[in-house]
């Protein structure tokens, strides 16, 4: 199984970013699909997630981050996304995505390598 994330980048605040993530080894229908993000000096944080297809689709997202953040998964490409509008210097972190099967929904198996996220003032 391997969770490949990229697309951070240096960007400023106001800007965006795209962050994907895809998932080769693993059944992505089967599976719901997180991003989370660490700060330095701080413990890793949930940010949002999107559950399968079948299950309605659904998404969830931290308070810190709702109405600017969104989840969105690509089942032809087993790839899920992290859209980030206006992003703000208290978003730099590295952010991961994350697996879990759909009858272990909080539990993540799996996790990506990270990318980082640096916004600037």
């Known amino acids: 199984v391997q969770l490949q994330a990229s697309g951070g980048g240096l960007v400023q605040a106001g800007g965006s970013l795209r962050l994907s993530c895809a998932a080769s080894?693993?059944?992505?229908?089967?599976?719901?699909m997180g991003w989370f993000r660490q700060a330095p000096g701080k413990e890793r944080e949930f940010v949002g997630d999107?559950?399968?297809?079948?299950?309605?689709?659904?998404?969830s997202y931290a308070d810190s981050v709702k109405g600017r953040f969104t989840i969105s998964r690509d089942s032809t490409k087993n790839t899920v996304y992290l859209q980030m509008n206006s992003l703000k210097p208290e978003d730099t972190a590295v952010y991961y995505c994350?697996?879990?099967?759909?009858?272990?929904?909080?539990?993540?198996?799996?996790w990506g390598q990270g990318t980082q996220v640096t916004v600037s003032s």
């Open positions: 999107a559950a399968v297809s079948w299950r309605g689709g659904s998404t």
């Open positions: 994350a697996a879990a099967q759909t009858t272990t929904p909080s539990s993540y198996s799996y």
């Open positions: 080894g693993l059944p992505f229908s089967s599976y719901n």
